[in-house]
């Protein structure tokens, strides 16, 4: 695949001069032409001496205190490069409430090819706490009119650092057929697998199933009734 950009801003004021100079970067700037990534750099279309690997244009981009933005378009009939992600999660529950706290919690995602390994993992666990946050907190509460109850930050209840045990992330890395570099999408998969994970492990513990979320003290500490009845013949 290949990526044509018709614009490119911002590269820097200062470059090395091994890589570019300022006058060779203003040509950059004010040029028309288009310009082409590869799977090493981006160079002119028609003039093959002016190209910059993509180590040169971060360390610009690092130097020049600045950035790059840049239009592209991209082959519609791509395949998507499909993202996997799981959870293993260890958890402590009191019976006596309903809350679960989490011990310890490992991500697992196929991210394709980690190029910045760094925020592959960080999006890893920030994904993770989110998913956390669905699995045992976030709820919209409205009242009998139909008026949500818990609209600000204060009411509406996230995860904090307080609430979350250290997020293992552990990167594997399985190229993906099609899009450069074989990279995979690692901003979404790892919202999806917490809740499951957790529900399943409440399973595991407790042989109780939840199938709603979030899965709130109250919610487990009623399912854990309904359950020791059933088990009594109630």
Same mark, same amino acid.
């Given at each position: 695949?290949?990526?044509?950009?018709?614009?490119?801003?911002?590269?820097?004021?200062?470059?090395?001069?091994?890589?570019?100079?300022?006058?060779?970067?203003?040509?950059?700037?004010?040029?028309?032409?288009?310009?082409?990534?590869?799977?090493?750099?981006?160079?002119?279309?028609?003039?093959?001496?002016?190209?910059?690997?993509?180590?040169?244009?971060?360390?610009?981009?690092?130097?020049?205190?600045?950035?790059?933005?840049?239009?592209?378009?991209?082959?519609?009939?791509?395949?998507?490069?499909?993202?996997?992600?799981?959870?293993?999660?260890?958890?402590?529950?009191?019976?006596?409430?309903?809350?679960?706290?989490?011990?310890?919690?490992?991500?697992?995602?196929?991210?394709?090819?980690?190029? !910045?390994?760094?925020? $592959?993992?960080?999006?890893?666990?920030?994904?993770?706490?989110?998913?956390?946050? /669905? #699995? *045992?907190? @976030?709820?919209?509460?409205?009242?009998?009119?139909?008026?949500?109850?818990?609209?600000?930050?204060?009411?509406?209840?996230?995860?904090?650092?307080?609430?979350?045990?250290?997020?293992?992330?552990?990167?594997?890395?399985?190229?993906?057929?099609?899009?450069?570099?074989?990279?995979?999408?690692?901003?979404?998969?790892?919202?999806?697998?917490?809740?499951?994970?957790?529900?399943?492990?409440?399973? !595991?513990?407790?042989? $109780?199933?939840?199938?709603?979320?979030?899965?709130?003290?109250?919610?487990?500490? /009623? #399912? *854990?009734? @309904?359950?020791?009845?059933?088990?009594?013949?109630?």
């Amino acid at each position: 695949m290949t990526y044509i950009i018709s614009e490119v801003q911002g590269c820097g004021s200062y470059l090395p001069k091994e890589f570019m100079t300022n006058d060779e970067l203003a040509e950059i700037i004010d040029t028309s032409d288009e310009w082409i990534t590869s799977r090493t750099g981006i160079k002119q279309r028609h003039v093959a001496e002016k190209s910059m690997t993509f180590e040169e244009v971060a360390r610009a981009v690092i130097e020049g205190s600045t950035s790059i933005v840049a239009r592209a378009s991209n082959d519609p009939n791509l395949k998507a490069a499909n993202g996997y992600a799981l959870n293993i999660v260890d958890l402590e529950l009191d019976s006596e409430t309903g809350k679960m706290e989490l011990l310890k919690f490992t991500a697992f995602q196929d991210a394709g090819r980690a190029v !910045n390994p760094d925020q $592959v993992q960080g999006q890893m666990q920030g994904g993770a706490a989110q998913g956390i946050g /669905w #699995a *045992l907190n @976030e709820e919209y509460v409205y009242d009998d009119q139909g008026r949500l109850r818990n609209a600000s930050f204060l009411d509406y209840r996230m995860p904090t650092a307080l609430d979350l045990p250290m997020i293992d992330a552990v990167i594997t890395e399985v190229p993906a057929d099609d899009g450069p570099y074989g990279i995979r999408g690692v901003g979404e998969p790892p919202i999806v697998p917490p809740p499951a994970a957790i529900a399943n492990a409440l399973k !595991n513990a407790t042989g $109780v199933r939840l199938t709603q979320l979030p899965m709130s003290p109250e919610r487990v500490f /009623w #399912a *854990l009734q @309904e359950k020791g009845h059933k088990d009594k013949g109630d």
